[in-house]
Nanobody, 122 residues
Framework: QVQLVESGGGLVQPGGSLRLSCAAS????????IGWFRQAPGKEREGVSC????????YYTDSVKGRFTIARDNAKNTVSLQMNSLKPEDAAVYYC???????????????WGQGTQVTVSS
């Protein structure tokens, strides 16, 4: 079966860092644009970042620019999201998803993981 599995979430203090990982089974992530989304309680799911399949171009929502970095590790069939200088407003369940091409619209993504919880609190 085609699956995406997120890992790396947890509790971190404001200003701290976490590295999320998205691992694929049943398909090769290199064939897809991979996006990261997040959803906080009572809020809509929002696009955070995406890495293009065709040229490796990366995209970030304004609120995370300069703090988050998305990258591929094709040898491991994973995509990571390095999150630095975390803020309380970054707290959410983070999801990775596969699409072609990158899009800020969740409906454009074909496959989704189940999410990993990121909590930012002192």
């Amino acid at each position: 079966q085609v699956q995406l599995v997120e890992s790396g979430g947890g509790l971190v203090q404001p200003g701290g860092s976490l590295r999320l990982s998205c691992a694929a089974s049943g398909f090769t992530l290199d064939y897809y644009a991979i996006g990261w989304f997040r959803q906080a309680p009572g809020k809509e799911r929002e696009g955070v970042s995406c890495i293009s399949q065709t040229d490796g171009i990366t995209y970030y929502t304004d609120s995370v620019k300069g703090r988050f970095t998305i990258a591929r590790d094709n040898a491991k069939n994973t995509v990571s999201l390095q999150m630095n200088s975390l803020k309380p407003e970054d707290a959410a369940v983070y999801y990775c998803a596969a699409a072609a091409p990158c899009s800020s619209y969740a409906l454009h993504y074909d496959y989704w993981g189940q999410g990993t919880q990121v909590t930012v609190s002192s």
